[in-house]
């Protein structure tokens, strides 16, 4: 099974700042032929379901403000948000689609300093 | 618009049984592969089981495999989950999800979910 793991597991920033989230696979999850990473990260909020933000690791699901960025290849991944904001305060989830079983990492938590 | 309603869950003894359902409009049933993802109380996602359209692939996490059954009725344009022999660590919110020929298994359309409990 791919292994994804998150860090950090949680996360306080300032409105207006810079969030990272990391995301890393135990094994590569770009497939040559046709230069995709199997790669998603999904936003939760309290009592919703996961809601999509990006698939092939960087393109952008529609709606999703352009504040978010999607970054990196093969076992390393980025979730960058440039300027947070107050309804940003979720859990973020990395999940690999290159293999089954999918999974998920542990999930990151982020809020508000 | 594409909607997903889970319905099915409910309280239940290990050892038991329990059949989720979820119901899917807006979009052509029979061309999706559909999945079951699960979340326990406070804890991440995880996922379960995917079914093709027409029925002639199933995959399942190891977690569940020999326990539960994935199947679907397009006629119906339901998806189901049969569930058997049910532990406490299967207590959970169970979510269909779908993808797409673009996203692949990247989940762009999930239900509000469907709370299973298992305890005695």
């Known amino acids: 099974d791919i292994m994804m793991t998150q860090s950090p597991d949680s996360l306080a920033v300032s409105l207006g700042e810079r969030a990272t989230i990391n995301c890393k696979s135990s094994q590569s999850v770009f497939y040559s032929s046709n230069n995709n990473n199997y790669l998603a990260w999904y936003q939760q909020k309290p009592g919703q379901p996961p809601k999509l933000l990006f698939y092939?690791?960087?393109t952008r699901e529609s709606g999703v403000p352009d504040r978010f960025r999607g970054s990196g290849s093969g076992t390393d991944f980025t979730l960058t948000i440039s300027s947070l904001q107050a309804e940003d305060v979720a859990v973020y989830y990395c999940q690999q689609y290159y293999a089954t079983p999918y999974t998920f990492g542990q999930g990151t938590k982020l809020e508000i300093k | 618009q594409v909607q997903l309603v889970e319905s099915g869950g409910g309280l239940v003894r290990p050892g038991g049984s329990l059949r989720l359902s979820c119901a899917a409009s807006?979009?052509?049933?029979?061309?999706?592969?559909i999945n079951w993802i699960r979340q326990a109380p406070g804890k991440g996602l995880e996922w379960v089981s995917y079914i093709s359209g027409s029925s002639s692939s199933t995959n399942y996490a190891d977690s569940v495999k020999g326990r539960f059954t994935i199947s679907r009725d397009n006629a119906k344009n339901s998806l189901y989950l049969q569930m058997n022999s049910l532990r406490a660590e299967d207590t959970a919110v169970y979510y269909c999800?779908?993808?797409?020929?673009?996203?692949?298994?990247?989940?762009?359309?999930w239900g509000q979910g469907t709370l299973v409990t298992v305890s005695s």
């Open positions: 807006g979009f052509t049933f029979s061309d999706y592969f």
């Open positions: 999800a779908r993808g797409d020929s673009m996203r692949a298994a990247a989940l762009g359309y």
């Open positions: 092939w690791a960087s």
